[in-house]
């Protein structure tokens, strides 16, 4: 038998036994292996691919489908009509697709494809390869499909291409013909319009062949250092010379959903080990005005390695790269693609938050198509937090600010539209950036202020542990939230990921009776929420936590607010809520305050305050 055909059975017989650890879970698997060959003139490239596909679940497949990415760059796309269809399009795309040549399009072209060695009907539509097997895949079994294609390299629009603003000659992302997903809810065989993607965890084997004047570097474990050198080799063992004018780069990624590459001829390669034993790549292309930046980077991500580590669960990987390349900066399995030309700041920002889908995307791999919030948003909230660890200065309480702000900006456009949308079907990229990032990131930070930030954190850690390398749902999360809480959370994702319903508290009135303080509470918003209480007078404060009847329990530790009383539950369904405080009060002025630690995504905040002069 073929030994990467052996290699990858064994490999899906064990991860079988792995995925089974949660009953009634499934996904597939696949071992893939690629050898592309690189005309650096032409910009095309002509592979092959060898996929063993290890058919985990419990139907009997009879077609596939393949992602055909790079059909996408292209004039008349439907990437294209559907930005032009945007009241607010993302110039990247619509400027540059528009102007597109021929010779500056993209396209990737399947020329054969065979199921076991016996030929596949097979269809090209737009960006999707719709396959018709010869026999059917049963559950359980395995299938080997051969393929031959072509591809050509797009000048740079949105994420992969050549010639980027910052002169990188080749990203190459999403660049090959890439089987889709097939989970629980059957195929996802989406059309490539703008965003996010969705793939099968597998094992890569890579091998490109390009000019000598290149030096690449992706996704995975370099097997040839002494070949190629340019900084990769080991200085104690003498190069091997490659034959001829090309060279051969050879790369194994285990247990990813993806593969990443890029290349260029004036590429400075910083290889630095951290402190937890990753192997960090540094690829740029220096200029005097970046060089300060780049050389400072390495120490930075070394010291967010050993944060992220600890706060958000081991990376798992021996190697990750950060590479100058793309439009902005983009996630991919063991890497980054990023433009380079930045200030510090702005180099250590953007290198931290795509370092950090590492763990929201590439270790815990949502379909981000589905569930973009909680990619963006979980990475935005995460990222946030190791930034304001690098970069000291703000209270812990208050680094999502900006997501905050955000959000809020996008109740007050009327533009707001439910988690639970696809991201390509967002009406305006307005909506989905404010969707993903800041209200998908307001979500963990507001979760901390219903169960604790203590059990928030549990949270995190427990969700990495238990769905890594799988593909987690909102429901998933939830019950790992709801476990490490004591308490029902199922009302908060209906409310926050389902519905545009905001939440808005305030303090109708306050007064002193012979029986003690009344404070008299109102829901003006439509989304109930649990009320933290704060009534200060001088120095002295009491806190209290009035717990929303359908949470079932109540935080039991928090340490941004130690609760010193719980009070009756709300019932959801009430709008108004009396809170007596019985005892003798010193005269002088009482503070009332909603939500002291501004973690409520409260819409109105002019309510929240509240104050009551006592006199004699």
Not at 296 to 303: E, G, N, V
């Amino acid at each position: 038998m073929n030994r990467p055909i052996l290699i990858a059975i064994l490999l899906c017989i064990a991860w079988k036994g792995f995925a089974q650890v949660n009953p009634g879970y499934w996904q597939q698997r696949i071992y893939c292996q690629m050898e592309v060959d690189m005309d650096h003139v032409r910009h095309q490239y002509q592979g092959t691919q060898r996929l063993v596909y290890q058919n985990q679940s419990p139907d009997t497949l009879r077609e596939l489908y393949y992602h055909l990415y790079p059909n996408a760059f292209q004039k008349g796309s439907e990437m294209d009509a559907w930005s032009n269809r945007l009241p607010d399009p993302d110039s990247r795309i619509v400027d540059n697709l528009l102007n597109l040549q021929p010779e500056d399009e993209g396209f990737l072209h399947v020329r054969s494809l065979t199921m076991n060695g016996l030929p596949a009907s097979f269809q090209e539509n737009r960006t999707i390869l719709e396959v018709i097997l010869p026999e059917p895949i049963p559950p359980g079994r395995s299938a080997v499909l051969d393929m031959a294609f072509i591809g050509q390299v797009p000048i740079q629009t949105r994420r992969s291409g050549r010639d980027n603003a910052e002169g990188v000659d080749y990203s190459m992302c999403q660049w090959y013909p890439k089987i889709c997903n097939y989970d629980r809810k059957g195929w996802h065989a989406n059309p490539y319009v703008q965003r996010e993607f969705y793939g099968v965890w597998g094992d890569y084997d890579v091998t490109i062949h390009i000019d000598t004047s290149f030096i690449l570097g992706g996704s995975g474990y370099l097997q040839n250092p002494q070949e190629v050198g340019c900084g990769y080799e080991d200085p104690t063992r003498p190069l091997v010379n490659p034959t001829g004018s090309r060279k051969s780069w050879h790369f194994l990624a285990p247990n990813v959903h993806d593969f990443m590459w890029a290349a260029d001829r004036d590429y400075t390669h910083i290889r630095r080990t951290m402190q937890n034993g990753v192997e960090a790549h540094f690829l740029y292309i220096r200029t005097e005005e970046n060089a300060a930046a780049w050389e400072a980077l390495p120490t930075y991500m070394d010291s967010a390695f050993l944060y992220i580590d600890q706060v958000f669960g081991p990376y798992p990987y021996r190697q990750y790269s950060f590479i100058q390349g793309g439009d902005g900066g983009m996630e991919y399995a063991m890497g980054t693609l990023i433009t380079g030309n930045r200030g510090l700041r702005s180099l250590v920002g953007v290198s931290v938050h795509e370092l950090m889908h590492s763990w929201y995307q590439m270790i815990l791999g949502t379909n981000e198509s589905l569930f973009a919030w909680m990619d963006e948003g979980f990475t935005s909230y995460a990222s946030s937090i190791v930034k304001n660890h690098l970069f000291p200065g703000n209270s812990p309480l208050f680094a999502h600010q900006g997501s905050y702000q955000g959000y809020f900006g996008l109740v007050r456009s009327g533009l707001e539209e439910p988690l639970t949308t696809h991201a390509d079907h967002f009406l305006s990229n307005f909506s989905y950036g404010n969707s993903a990032y800041s209200k998908g990131a307001v979500f963990l930070h507001q979760l901390s202020y219903i169960i604790g930030q203590e059990a928030l954190d549990r949270t995190l850690l427990d969700y990495y542990h238990k769905w890594q390398f799988k593909h987690p749902t909102v429901e998933d999360f939830i019950r790992i939230a709801e476990h490490q809480s004591d308490q029902e959370l199922d009302w908060y994702q209906e409310y926050w990921v389902n519905t545009t319903r905001s939440i808005d508290y305030g303090v109708d009135t306050a007064f002193l009776s012979g029986d003690g303080l009344h404070i008299l509470l109102r829901q003006v918003g439509h989304m109930p929420m649990p009320v933290d209480l704060a009534i200060q007078q001088d120095d002295q404060v009491l806190r209290i936590t009035i717990p929303l009847d359908i949470q079932r329990g109540q935080k039991t530790m928090d340490k941004y607010f130690t609760t010193d009383r719980i009070a009756d539950d709300w019932p959801w369904t009430y709008d108004r809520y009396e809170l007596v405080l019985p005892g003798q009060w010193e005269n002088g002025e009482i503070l009332i305050s909603i939500d002291p630690t501004q973690r409520m995504a409260d819409v109105n905040r002019d309510n929240n305050l509240y104050t009551i002069q006592i006199t004699p």
